[in-house]
């Protein structure tokens, strides 16, 4: 089947200080990857879906300087926390639309915290 | 895309099958049905999806429906490793079309 991984999956960051997360599709070229966030039991967020080689479409209330999403190639997509605060502590996961198909794979997911 | 209506919560005896129910009652013709769940701490994992006819695989069987305005996703022996939340969630296939989730079911196999 279709694999995504994502690195680091669990990450402890200095406030005011960058992270950046990596989305690899291993087996599938991807088009089209899309960015969730997950706060402590609740459901996935839809951050931003970004296409290789545009520019990202952010969803409302996500701001698109503090969360840098590159798509620079069809097998990777990469997630930079900017100036990270406690609030963004959370588990960020990344999913991916194989180019041609119809069915989104997600990555293992990556844990920030940011103290 | 269309809104989807899950129980919050159910449990399942070890071994029986679990149905997992979905109303989407605003679906339209051309909106597919996917069925996804997340074992705690870990992504989304696929499970299964379907249009109009009944879809099976080595996960699960997905029920739909004449009038696609419900559907059942089907475990057919629970196993404890089957302990998740499941989300339906309903679809265009176009591409670049994001899966946009709801609070989905927990379900918890018991012993």
């Known amino acids: 089947g279709a694999v995504v991984s994502q690195h680091p999956s669990r990450v402890i960051c200095k406030s005011g200080t960058s992270v950046k997360i990596e989305c690899r599709s291993l087996?599938?070229?991807?088009?089209?990857m899309f960015w969730y966030r997950q706060f402590p039991k609740q459901s996935l967020m839809l951050m931003a879906t970004?296409?290789?080689?545009?520019?990202?479409?952010?969803e409302q209330g996500v701001e698109k300087d503090k969360f840098l999403i590159n798509h620079a190639s069809l097998t990777l997509s990469t997630l930079t926390v900017t100036s990270a605060h406690p609030e963004d502590s959370s588990f960020y996961i990344c999913?991916?639309?194989?180019?041609?198909?119809?069915?989104?794979?997600f990555g293992e997911g990556s844990w920030l915290t940011v103290v | 895309d269309a809104k989807t209506t899950q129980p919050p919560s159910m449990d399942c005896a070890e071994g029986r099958a679990a149905n997992l129910p979905c109303n989407h009652s605003?679906?339209?013709?051309?909106?597919?049905v996917y069925w996804y769940r997340q074992i705690h701490s870990q992504g989304p994992q696929y499970i299964i999806h379907?249009?109009?006819n009944n879809e099976t695989n080595e996960m699960a069987s997905l029920i739909i429906t004449e009038d696609r305005k419900s559907s059942t996703l089907i475990l057919p022996h629970a196993t404890l490793r089957d302990t998740a939340v499941y989300y339906c969630?309903?679809?265009?296939?176009?591409?670049?079309?994001?899966?946009?989730f709801g609070g989905g079911t927990r379900l918890m196999v018991k012993p």
């Open positions: 999913s991916a639309l194989p180019s041609g198909g119809n069915t989104i794979y």
């Open positions: 087996d599938f070229q991807a088009t089209t």
């Open positions: 970004s296409n290789e080689g545009s520019k990202a479409t952010y």
């Open positions: 605003t679906i339209s013709g051309n909106e597919y």
């Open positions: 379907g249009l109009k």
């Open positions: 969630i309903v679809r265009f296939n176009n591409a670049g079309n994001m899966l946009t």
